[in-house]
């Protein structure tokens, strides 16, 4: 396949964990059989040993490697007590929303002792995605690389690398992260933080007891290494770095963008971002830490730690250099707060635009929207002291809607015109109550509660402004958006102008996307054209805001050709 996983022990490939099977069509690419089997195991990090839920006893999961234009299969066998459901983060999923994954949004969950198959084809897109659980917090140890590969004879659109690596980071609970959020849940007050950040599972030599679980990458001198790295942190944006070396950034989220180098990257929950390495063209006599922590910008509590891995260079043949204590590099990171440096980052970040790859950002809009993301507050039930601001329960929301799961799936609701009682179509397009969002915060900071939907008609094309707010203090939100990719055109602080800020919009080769933060204390601009009949889910990746309430769903409506209508529901699709 051309793509290589460093045999760390957490992170060993076995493919005896799937069936294998090869269906060869030379238009379409090809069936790819995979068979997750969601199961308990121990694991032991930090010294704590604790069962964990996990695929086909892997950890973290086992990686997913496809070519553009390949169908995959993927049967998900539970059994385990808990509910389980996939989420494969950035697959397009035209037409396959049913395959999407989200609990109560595309589907009902998979209850213990069943079996759901996810069918989808990857269509337009190559570079690294992730899957994960999308219900509760069991995503902090269900995921895992999605490896998406050109099409046979298609070059990278830069220089094909020795090695590739994926570079998976995660975060590490010596408690059960279900017990975590639903104590939070039930106190109304923030969640205890992670203990350890992880790469490949393994949290690194600047945690106790973990100099044995540190992730090591051996190479070679003159070489370039394509590491694919993907956050699936439950709650914190990375800065990552590796001392003494540049990086090369080429993709994000499966798209490619114009090369530029960095020495330190910041990448938020839900983002994925492919580097080129270089490594040195001859042997240092060092080793070289890579290193990545928290971007913080909230008010609460947060895992202020640091993951360490090690960048190891083969020793020349015959050499003495093996047995020689060698000297070791530690890279120098922004500070937990550097919004300066997370704004230039992104800011450098855009789309090649090519005639191969170009960058299709919808020049007119159909419909306007202007959403705030932020949190709030919600009242403590009756005769309990809840432990969120002034004794009251912490939410989130946008557009001041806190939104309520629904108890069967929403896509199942739409799909057989039985919406009633399931969810509403009135999410509102603009704030119900404007305000000043980045200035002082109103006096009332409660939110309000409801399944509510924005409805589109196939083919509208969406201009969406994300406005951070300062209720209860302005924080950066990466912001996930299901079923499409988008386009970043403008982004800033304060409160967005409308009649000032839409002229300064680059709709040339902004940089796509399907993950965005949210600038703390400022506000975004997307736009999408709505071409993907189905019901799409859009949330907050720190998944405490999303257990808080801080995501929607829009509907796409279906077109009126045949090929772009939503495929009716599979015979196995889970029930309620």
């Known amino acids: 396949m051309g793509v290589f996983l460093l045999s760390s022990p957490a992170f060993l490939v076995f493919f005896s964990f799937f069936t294998f099977c090869l269906l060869v069509d030379p238009v379409f690419g090809i069936t790819r059989h995979y068979k997750f089997d969601v199961k308990l195991h121990n694991v032991t990090r930090l010294c704590h040993t604790r069962s964990i839920v996990s695929v086909n006893g892997q950890f973290p999961g086992p990686r997913i490697v496809a070519r553009e234009g390949d169908q995959l299969l993927i049967k998900v066998v539970n059994h385990v007590p808990n509910n389980v459901s996939i989420h494969w983060h950035g697959i397009r999923q035209l037409r396959s929303g049913w395959a999407d994954g989200p609990a109560y949004v595309t589907q009902c969950p998979i209850q ?175 080793t070289f830490f890579m290193t990545a922590r928290p971007y913080v910008t909230g008010q609460g509590t ?31 990171l922004p500070a937990l707060n550097d919004t300066s440096f997370a704004t230039k980052f992104g800011n450098k970040l855009r789309s090649l635009a090519s005639a191969q790859y170009p960058a299709n950002v919808p020049q007119k809009v159909d419909k306007h929207f202007f959403f705030t993301v932020g ?75 409801g399944t509510k939907v ?21 924080e950066s939100h990466p912001l996930h958006l299901h079923g499409f990719n988008f386009f970043i055109v403008g982004q800033g602080f304060g409160n967005f102008d409308p009649n000032k800020d839409p002229a300064k919009f680059n709709l040339i080769d902004p940089v796509e996307r399907n993950t965005v933060g949210v600038p703390s204390g400022g506000w975004v601009a997307i736009r999408f054209l709505a071409d993907n009949p189905g019901v799409w889910f859009m949330h907050c990746h720190l998944e405490v805001h999303t257990s808080w309430g801080l995501k929607m769903a829009w509907i796409v409506l279906d077109g009126e050709l045949p090929t772009q209508k939503l495929l009716p529901p599979p015979a196995d699709l889970p029930k309620c």
């Open 112 to 286: 213990t002792g069943q079996s759901y198959v996810y069918n989808f084809t990857i269509i337009g897109q190559r570079g690294t995605l992730f899957w994960h659980a999308h219900i509760s917090w069991l995503r902090a140890t269900l995921y895992g690389p999605i490896i998406i590969l050109p099409k046979r004879g298609i070059p990278y659109p830069f220089s094909k690398p020795y090695k590739e690596v994926p570079i998976v980071f995660g975060e590490w609970f010596n408690a059960d992260p279900e017990a975590v959020i639903s104590q939070a849940l039930q106190t109304g007050g923030g969640p205890n933080v992670s203990d350890a950040y992880t790469i490949n599972g393994l949290p690194g030599p600047l945690y106790n007891c973990s100099a044995k679980d540190t992730f090591k990458l051996k190479v070679k001198p003159g070489k370039t290494y394509l590491l694919r790295l993907v956050n699936a942190a439950l709650n914190d944006e990375l800065f990552f770095s590796i001392a003494n070396h540049t990086l090369t950034v080429v993709d994000v989220d499966a798209v490619y963008v114009k090369p530029f180098k960095t020495e330190t990257l910041l990448i938020t929950p839900g983002q994925t971002t492919n580097v080129i390495l270089k490594t040195k063209p001859s042997y240092p006599n060092a």
């Open 302 to 332: 947060f895992d202020n730690s640091t993951v360490a891995g090690i960048l190891a260079y083969e020793s020349p043949p015959n050499s003495l250099h093996s047995s020689i204590m060698l000297p070791l590099f530690k890279p120098i």
């Open 375 to 449: 949190l709030g507050t919600s009242p403590c039930q009756h005769n309990q002291t809840c432990q969120g601001p002034n004794g009251t329960k912490f939410a989130a929301s946008v557009n001041n809607v806190s939104f309520a799961m629904p108890t069967s799936a929403l896509l199942q609701a739409h799909f057989f015109g039985q919406s009633n009682g399931v969810y509403t179509p009135d999410f509102p397009s603009t704030p119900l109550t404007p305000f000043n969002y980045t200035g002082s915060p109103p006096n009332n900071t409660m939110v309000s509660n």
């Open 454 to 474: 924005v409805v589109l008609p196939f083919n509208t094309s969406v201009e969406l402004v994300m406005q951070d707010t300062s209720i209860l203090g302005a």
